[in-house]
């Protein structure tokens, strides 16, 4: 007979609760898969459009602009095609902006600068009918234009004076950093055409650059990204990204590990790249691409230069020549480290020790790895032997070694007999007789040597088989002096003395504040075959490809690349006027800095993913223009600058707003805050302590006193940007960057109130009012800060304030007041802002 059931109300009640609970929690889990599934599944291939007919992979179009019923002076070709879609819709450009508004606008615009209170009386002063044509030729003549420029591609391009993670004791910062961003200066300053621009980023090295070898300071636009603590992979996944979507607008590293989801990229594109800049090295002192101009210095820094590098060469051929002794001595031994160990194709020295036991440097063991697995697909007269019996196993050994020693024609006849004469019972010991062959071959070969220093080979054919594995391009101890830094990265000792060479000669460069560096690119003396890495694992390769550019822009010729690595070729063809992307994604930029929004609103994709163009004719007509006028970029901005769609005031209109609130149709100018360079900036020329000196190395920004010099010669650290910097939504240099993301947060606000910069400048601009009149410095602070002169009430206000009648500022003397309504003034939205 059942126990009596001792359970309660409350536990009748638990078993339908918990039976509730999980039927509600079964519905929502099935209601969220559904939605799920409806945003992630992909549509049948029946239904999804065709990638390779997306818009932006199609031919430029060049069109005639389209009939408006606007024909007000003024208006251009350009603002037609805006025009048209406007008066469909019942809407029309917003009323010209006055002359002070358009001026700043289009100063900030080229400038990155607010312009002088001259200027705009200048401008509003001048009645001519090209006076509008003369401030933007003469904004595009100055200096200043190619400093603003070169910092918006130094977004793109991930700039920093430093490398991110590093090796132990390597020095963390680039030597050719800043001459990259000069180049960048000189290059917009000089209008250097696109197509030119682009070839010299990416082949500079290639090129003829007569008796000027500056240009090769360009190909920091690839070598100045992250380093990946040297891993070589994730380097060149970084210059194929900076490359593609810098200049193209496509996210092709998506395809680094499979087809692209979206767009028309297969893996067999990105591993063409890979193999092209795989193809590529750098120098290990960048080469030099200008001296100090004084002669004796030039003379002085050359000499020190030449030494220091001699130096440095002769230990560095000291080292290999010590290693690969060593290492040749120790055939046998590392020959079974590389049977029992695999082949990593993405093998970093930096993550690996030295094997305790042996004492083996894992470098030259994944060379023998290499070399074995070549010979095994291949064949080999002297290895041939040990692969045979290898493979067989160890339970299998005796019988492979029998059958191996009943085919003596296959083999090197040196290894044959020594492996018959003493027939080893045991992997180990066929290594061993393997070492006792190396060490005899080695001897011979230094005894003739020391005959005759101009031998070439040994005297029979089976002893110089058995030495060209210990020397020439094959032999694994033999390593070359430009791979010889691997060695080190095993042994923190040899690490430590190895870059304490290296700094000697880094150091020497750094000092010299009149030299500049380039981190340039060389092509390998043979150029690598690239694989399909398979799912992006390098220690998994695939199929080969040829290297070749993206087939989707080749236009059905998608012929390999032969010259060298194939950059040269791979640049030219991302700047040949028949793909339609490059002039495409640079119009589309251009247009994003001057209006705050581009054409395509996701300037860094261009593929099915990217928003559409919302004016695709017009985005079509400046690419032809552009292409037409040369490749100008200051032709583009000329034609940009002077329609009537960027003339236009700010101020919403009320049906305009309520149609279009994102002003996707251009009927007003966007309101815009200035970014961190140019807030920076123009708080410093405010204070008449901003320096126009061009070019030079980078400087620290944040020490005190503040720094004269423009923000985008700032040193930037990409392991440790300043918090400041991100505070202002300053592009982080750990990718390309096409578009920076606009934020409001507190630390904003509370450092222009609180932080050093205001404060100091405030200070600086009030100590040069001592001898002006109350009225006087009003008059002068507005018309210095805000570039017009203040209205009665502004000036009755200030004048209030510096008399002390204000409650709220307490006991002041007269030039804390005046410090404090210089730091109100460049606080004000006035100045902040650009309308």
């Known amino acids: 007979m059942p126990a009596p059931s001792t359970r309660t109300a409350q536990d009748e009640r638990l078993p339908r609760l918990r039976l509730a609970v999980l039927r509600l929690v079964a519905a929502a889990f099935s209601t969220l898969t ?56 019942g809407l029309h450009f917003s009323p010209p902006a006055d002359r002070r508004t358009w001026i700043r606008r289009a100063t900030y615009s080229l400038h990155g600068l607010p312009p002088t209170a001259s200027e705009i009386a200048d401008f509003e002063a001048n009645r001519q009918p090209d006076a509008y044509e003369r401030v933007v030729d003469r904004l595009l003549a100055s200096p200043r234009y190619g400093e603003r420029w070169a910092r918006n591609w130094m977004d793109v391009a991930r700039y920093a004076d430093t490398k991110g993670y590093v090796r132990l004791n390597e020095n963390p910062k680039y030597l050719g950093s800043w001459p990259y961003r000069d180049y960048l200066i000189r290059a917009f300053n000089a209008d250097l055409p696109y197509d030119r621009f682009v070839v010299e980023q990416l082949a500079a090295d290639q090129l003829d650059l007569g008796s000027d070898p500056r240009p090769l300071a360009a190909m920091g636009f690839l ?64 080469p030099l691409v200008a ?29 290999r020549q010590r290693l690969t002794a060593l290492f040749r001595s120790r055939m046998g031994e590392y ?35 290499r070399l074995l697995d070549r010979t095994r697909k291949s064949g080999h007269p002297v290895l041939g032997l040990w692969n045979a019996v290898a493979s067989a196993g160890e339970k299998n050994f005796p019988a492979a070694m029998g059958a191996a020693l009943a085919s003596p024609t296959s083999f090197n006849p040196l290894v044959f007999a020594a492996v018959r004469s003493t027939h080893p019972k045991s992997l180990p010991a066929l290594a061993a007789c393997y070492g006792d062959v190396f060490a005899k071959t080695e001897s011979a070969w230094q005894a003739a040597l020391k005959a005759s220093p101009a031998a070439s080979q040994l005297n029979t054919p089976a002893q110089e088989e058995v030495r060209r594995m210990l020397y020439g391009e094959d032999a694994p101890p033999d390593v070359p002096l430009a791979e010889v830094e691997d060695l080190f990265y095993v042994d923190t000792t040899t690490q430590s003395a190895f870059h304490a060479q290296q700094r000697k000669v880094e150091d020497w460069i750094s000092g010299s504040a009149g030299a500049a560096h380039a981190q340039i690119l060389t092509d390998t003396p043979v150029p690598v075959q690239p694989r399909v890495f398979l799912r992006g694992n390098a220690a998994n390769p695939g199929e080969f490809v040829e290297r070749r550019f993206l087939q989707i822009l080749s236009h059905s010729n998608t012929a390999a690349f032969h010259h060298g690595s194939g950059r040269l070729e791979l640049a030219r063809a991302i700047a040949s006027p ?147 910097f991100r505070s202002f939504d300053f ?44 009225a006087e410095s009003i008059t002068r602070l507005y018309r210095r800060i805000l570039g017009r002169p203040p209205s009665p009430k502004e000036r009755d206000l200030g004048l209030r304030f510096l008399a002390g009648d204000n409650p709220l500022s307490g006991p002041l003397d007269h030039f804390t007041r005046l410090e404090e309504f210089i730091q109100a003034l460049l606080l004000t939205n006035e100045f902040a802002f650009v309308d």
Not at 741 to 756: C, D, I, K, M, R
């Open 731 to 774: 592009a982080a240099p750990d990718s390309c960057t096409v578009q920076r993301f606009e934020t409001s947060v507190p630390q904003q606000a509370l450092y222009l109130l609180n932080g050093p910069l205001l404060r100091s400048e405030a200070r600086h601009l009030a100590s040069t009012q001592s001898i002006a009149t109350e």
């Open 578 to 724: 028949d793909n339609p992307l490059t002039a495409r994604v640079l119009v589309n930029r251009v247009w994003m800095h001057h209006f705050g929004t581009g054409l395509v609103r996701t300037p860094g994709d261009f593929g099915t993913r990217g928003e559409s163009p919302t004016h695709p004719e017009l985005l079509d007509e400046l690419a032809f223009q552009f292409m037409h006028d040369g490749w100008s970029l200051k032709a583009l901005h000329r034609q940009i600058l002077l329609s009537a769609a960027f003339r236009q005031g700010s101020h919403d209109v009320s049906e305009a707003l309520r149609q279009d609130p994102e002003n996707r149709l251009l009927w007003r100018m966007n309101r815009r805050r200035l970014d961190w360079e140019s807030l920076r900036d123009s708080i410093l020329l405010a204070s008449d302590n901003l320096s126009t000196t061009l070019g030079g190395p980078s400087v620290d920004l944040l020490k005190t006193p503040t720094p004269d010099r423009r923000t985008l010669y700032g040193f930037i650290d990409r392991q440790d940007l300043p918090v400041l």
């Open 223 to 286: 070598t100045l990204g992250q380093r990946f603590l040297n891993s070589r992979h994730d380097i060149l996944d970084d210059r194929i990204d900076v490359v593609t979507r810098g200049l193209l607008g496509l996210t092709v590293a998506c395809a680094r590990c499979h087809d692209h989801k979206f767009d028309p990229v297969s893996m067999r594109d990105y591993y063409a790249l890979h193999g092209i800049f795989d193809s590529s090295v750098e120098p290990r002192i960048p």
């Open 34 to 89: 559904a939605a799920s599934s409806l945003v992630l599944a992909a549509p049948a291939a029946s239904s999804r459009p065709n990638p390779t007919n997306h818009w932006s992979f199609r031919p430029i179009v060049h069109s005639a602009p389209p009939t408006v019923l606007d024909t007000s002076p003024g208006i251009t070709r350009l603002d037609r095609f805006l025009l048209s879609r406007l008066e469909a819709a």
């Open 335 to 369: 020959l079974l480290a590389a049977q029992k160990e695999s082949l990593q194709a993405n093998f970093l020295p930096v993550m690996f020790l030295v094997d305790a036991s042996k004492d083996l440097n894992p470098v030259i063991t994944q060379r023998w790895c």
């Open 291 to 319: 001296a100090p101009e004084d002669p004796r210095e030039r003379a002085d820094y050359l000499a020190g230069l030449s030494e220091r590098s001699r130096v440095f060469d002769t230990y560095l051929e000291a080292q």
